[in-house]
C-alpha cells in the first residue's frame, strides 16, 4: 500500500514510517526538513510547511495514497488545509489525537464513549497545558466532517519509548539506573499508565492494512507506581507523600508522570484499550519498554526533570515528617 506520514522524522511519526517499510508498504513523508532524518533512504521525502497553509502544501499536489496519517496536526489552522487538500487523493485519514480530548474525567476506566472536552475555535494557536485537549477536539470534529467514515481518530496515552526526545518516562529509567536514594513519589499505590510508542506504530499500520475506521483509545498497561520502581530496578528508593509534593510546589515537570490518585487529570491513567485490543492492538511488556530504554539511554545526556538538590530537599522533608 501506499501512505503519506505528515511529519514523519520524530519519535512517533519515525516509528510509523519504519514500521509501514518494514511491513514493506510505500512510504512518503511530507515534512519541513529540518529535523534531523535518519530514516532509511527508500522513503520519499517531500517538502512542506503545514504552518504556511494550502500554499505550504504544492508536494501534494496530483498525488494520491491510500492513506495519510497526520501526526503533526496539533491545531485547525494546520489540519484544515492538509485534510481538505487530499479529501480525494486518500482512500483514509488517520488523525493521530490525544487522550487529552476527555479533559479530566471522572468516570473510569476511560473509553471512546466518555464526553470530550469542548473544542477550541479555530483562531486559537497557542499550545499549552489548556488548549492541547480542546485544540485536538476542534481537529478530530474537522477531519470527521471531511471524511466521515473514511477517517481513523488514534487517542494515545502518554507515549514512551525509544527516540522520545521529552524527559519524562526517560528521567525514571534514568534516575533508577544511578547510585543513591531515589525519590518515589506517593506511597506507591497511585497509577501510572503510558504506551510504547512501537504498539502505537503497529496499531497504525494494521489500521491502514485493515481499513479500520472509528476512534481507538491506545494505553498501555496500568501499573502502581510500587510495580513501576520495581520494574526500573530501583533498590533505594524512598517514599514522598504527595502530601509533601504539593506541599512544596513542586511542578508536574519535576515529576513528570506523578499524578496522585483521584487528583487532577488521574482519570488520564485509567484509560481502556479494549476497542483497540479487540481489533488486534498488542502491547509491550513493561520490563521490556524500559530494558530498552535503559540501553538507549546509555549514549544520551539528558537533564534531570528533578534537580539532586531539590530531591535531596524533598527526602529530608518525608523522612522529618516520619519521624526517621
Known sequence: MRALILGGTRFIGRHIVETLLSAGHTVSTLSRGKSRDELPLELERLRGDRDEGLSGLGALRGRSWDACVDVSGYAPRQVRPSAELLRASVKRYVFVSAVSVYGDPQDRPVRETCPRVTPASEDVTEIDADTYGPLKVACEDLVQRIY?????????????????????????????????????????????????????????????????????????????????????????????????????????????????????????????????????????????????????????????????????????????????
Open 148 to 324: 466521515a467514515t473514511r477517517c481513523t481518530l488514534l487517542r494515545p496515552q502518554i507515549v514512551v519509548g525509544l527516540q522520545d526526545d521529552r524527559e519524562r518516562y526517560q528521567y525514571w529509567v534514568q534516575r533508577a539506573m544511578q547510585e543513591g536514594e531515589m525519590l518515589a513519589p506517593g506511597d506507591g499505590s497511585d497509577h501510572l499508565q503510558v504506551i510504547d510508542v512501537r504498539d502505537l506504530a503497529r496499531f497504525a499500520v494494521k489500521v491502514i492494512e485493515n481499513d479500520l475506521g472509528g476512534a481507538f483509545n491506545l494505553a498501555g498497561p496500568r501499573l502502581t507506581w510500587a510495580q513501576f520502581t520495581k520494574l526500573l530496578g530501583a533498590t533505594n528508593v524512598v517514599w514522598v507523600a504527595a502530601e509533601i509534593i504539593k506541599a512544596a510546589g513542586v511542578t508536574e515537570f519535576e515529576l513528570p508522570l506523578f499524578r496522585s490518585e483521584r487528583g487532577p487529570r488521574s482519570g488520564l491513567m485509567d484509560v481502556s484499550s479494549d476497542r483497540a485490543r479487540a481489533q488486534g492492538l498488542t502491547l509491550t511488556a513493561p520490563e521490556v519498554t524500559i530494558r530498552d530504554m535503559q540501553g538507549w539511554i546509555l549514549s544520551k545526556i539528558l537533564t534531570p526533570a528533578l534537580l539532586p538538590e531539590r530531591e535531596r530537599e524533598l527526602i529530608g522533608i518525608a523522612r522529618r515528617c516520619s519521624g526517621a
